[in-house]
């Protein structure tokens, strides 16, 4: 299919982060009970809300039992075919292998990635829209904001891409954004959810 034939959605990916070790949770986190499913459920139902062609669920440590899930909750939204499914085998060394193994995972021609964290259930479905509509030619990467405190997900332009290769430990592209100035749209939103994120079993 020739680029003009395809959607707009084509240019678009999503990833889910989901290979942590749930080490402060004491158990598999994101495998926990939430609204009458799973913890990771939430985050899948936003990224699947996304104008996205795919939707990647990064794995690493619980990789069987995320991997069910994802699978399950895709069938239920009637949504296996959007589905995709990467394992980041060095997910022991922290975030960044996540973030590798997912970029390594897009199509060629993607022209911005969103980066939702498995473990972050509140993000309103409107969010995703807005930070497209967001990323100009100005902009390298947009990212939601609620009372000044920047949140998630992040889109990432493709300028990113090849700098989240190189990023090792346990870092995210956080201080690539930090350093993008005026490059990095922010957009407002309402809705604290994007900040929030369950570490412990206190938080749900």
Do not use: C, N, Y
């Amino acid at each position: 299919m020739g680029t003009e034939a395809r959607s707009p959605a084509a240019h678009w990916q999503a990833l889910v982060l989901a290979a942590g070790l749930s080490v402060r949770f004491g158990a598999p986190k994101l495998l926990a009970p939430w609204r009458g499913g799973l913890l990771i459920d939430g985050a899948l139902e936003a990224a699947f809300a996304a104008p996205v062609a795919r939707v990647i669920v990064v794995t690493g440590g619980h990789a069987a039992g995320v991997t069910a899930a994802a699978e399950a909750f895709a069938a239920r939204a009637g949504q296996s075919s959007r589905l995709a499914l990467v394992h980041a085998a060095d997910h022991g060394e922290g975030l960044s292998a996540s973030l590798r193994a997912g970029i390594a995972s897009l199509p060629e021609d993607t022209d911005g990635v969103f980066v939702f964290l498995a473990d972050m259930p509140g993000i309103p479905p409107g969010v995703a829209p807005a930070l497209i509509a967001a990323l100009t030619g100005d902009h390298d990467a947009a990212a939601p904001m609620f009372e000044a405190r920047r949140g998630h997900p992040v889109l990432l332009g493709r300028a990113l891409f090849e700098p989240i290769r190189r990023l090792t430990g346990d870092h995210g592209a956080g201080h690539l954004l930090k350093g993008l100035g005026e490059r990095l749209a922010l957009v407002p939103v309402e809705d604290p959810g994007i900040l929030k994120d369950i570490d412990r079993p206190e938080d749900l």
